[in-house]
């Protein structure tokens, strides 16, 4: 095959030991035409030091503040030219031969945008990692989950989803995307700052025509949580607010009426459940939240209010709840929800 030219580019935030602990892996990368890239979000740490002296060959971007996941992004790959961009975590150890399959099957079939591995724990490589698994899925009222994990139920991988499927979303922390496509949408959603951010370019992609992929014959290792730790303040109220602002741009109007106020009350009740175990400072998340989304509603002027009907019904949207059925029905396996691998 042609070999189309790739740049891995990782965005790094005080990430030094990440850096030095997952850089001999990426490096010993065996795809012929490939850039290394690391944009720096305004880290206090000796990273971008440690690189210099270490590892010369990897191209340093300087951001000059945490501009987030979204905009950090947005800014780097204005400065990175690629056919494919692989948006990686510092966070994540590759494996041999990782980046040809997934390369191989985009340029295979021209309609897919995005595309992502197989995601393992690093801490036990016999399961799947939280953020994505084996591609993600989401229900009809904007809850993630993934071939192989729903909710905080990752299951073993047996091989049991290593079929390459379209899917409705790939994960942030080992994206490859087509430069092109990335640039036409305008990228990644900037006010969202961080999480869910690429749950909601992959559904602008479908939208648009394209096809999300996962590539499960490419495999790397998650450790997750390297900038906000998992069940972080921040990271709830984000994912609560990200959420509900990602339902309300991609639906149409008879959708957004019917759905997010369901979203609102089950925010609600899963609020209500985190006080009756004692956390009475969940309730102030969630309200910081939906506070957020309703100034966001009021005074975004270039929001698409009224959009047209939708054409298109992406792939990987389950028309039922999934927290019916994973917290009511105690259905904790992908199969066992969908009925099938997806």
């Not at 012929?32 to 440690?50: I, L």
């Not at 957020?292 to 949207?317: C, M, Q, T």
């Given at each position: ?22 850089l001999?892996?990426l490096m010993?990368?065996?795809?012929p ?6 944009a ?6 000796d990273?971008?030091?440690?690189l ?14 945490n ?14 030219e ?6 990686l ?8 031969g ?7 099957l ?7 945008g995005?595309?992502?591995?197989k ?24 809850y ?14 047996e ?18 995307v ?6 036409n ?16 370019l ?5 939208l ?5 992929f ?17 069940g ?10 990200n ?31 985190q ?15 939906h506070?957020?989304?309703y ?6 002027k270039?929001k698409?209010?009224?959009?047209a009907n939708?054409?298109?019904y ?17 259905k ?8 099938r691998?997806?």
């Amino acid at each position: 095959m042609t070999y189309p030219t790739v740049a891995v580019v990782i965005l790094n935030w005080n990430g030094r030991t990440f850096l030095e602990q997952f850089l001999p892996f990426l490096m010993q990368t065996t795809y012929p035409v490939v850039k290394w890239v690391v944009a720096d979000n305004g880290s206090t740490d000796d990273s971008m030091a440690f690189l210099h002296t270490h590892y010369p060959q990897v191209h340093q971007l300087s951001l000059e503040k945490n501009h987030g996941f979204a905009k950090g992004y947005n800014l780097a790959l204005k400065q990175v030219e690629a056919s494919y961009y692989i948006l990686l975590n510092s966070d994540v150890e590759v494996t041999p031969g990782w980046i040809e399959p997934v390369i191989e099957l985009m340029e295979k079939d021209t309609g897919i945008g995005a595309c992502q591995p197989k995601i393992l724990s690093w801490a036990d490589k016999t399961k799947f990692e939280y953020a994505g698994a084996s591609g993600g899925w989401i229900d009809a009222l904007g809850y993630a989950f993934c071939r192989g994990r729903v909710f905080d139920s990752c299951e073993k991988d047996e091989g049991q989803y290593d079929d390459a499927a379209p899917v409705f979303w790939a994960s942030g922390c080992a994206l490859f995307v087509r430069s092109e496509v990335f640039h036409n949408l305008n990228g990644f959603d900037e006010t969202f700052f961080a999480h869910q951010e690429e749950i909601d370019l992959c559904w602008r992609m479908q939208l648009s025509g394209w096809q999300v992929f996962v590539c499960p014959s490419s495999v790397v290792y998650h450790v997750g949580g390297g900038s906000l730790p998992k069940g972080s303040r921040k990271k709830i109220y984000l994912n609560y607010r990200n959420s509900l602002m990602m339902l309300f741009k991609n639906y149409s109007v008879a959708e957004r009426l019917r759905k997010i106020p369901l979203r609102l009350i089950l925010d609600g009740i899963s609020a209500l459940q985190q006080v009756f175990r004692g956390d009475v400072r969940y309730v102030m998340i969630v309200l910081r939240a939906h506070a957020f989304f309703y100034r966001w509603l009021l005074s975004s002027k270039e929001k698409n209010i009224f959009p047209a009907n939708r054409s298109v019904y992406p792939h990987g949207i389950y028309r039922g709840s999934v927290v019916w059925q994973y917290f009511i029905r105690k259905k904790r396996r992908f199969t066992e929800i969908i009925g099938r691998k997806g």
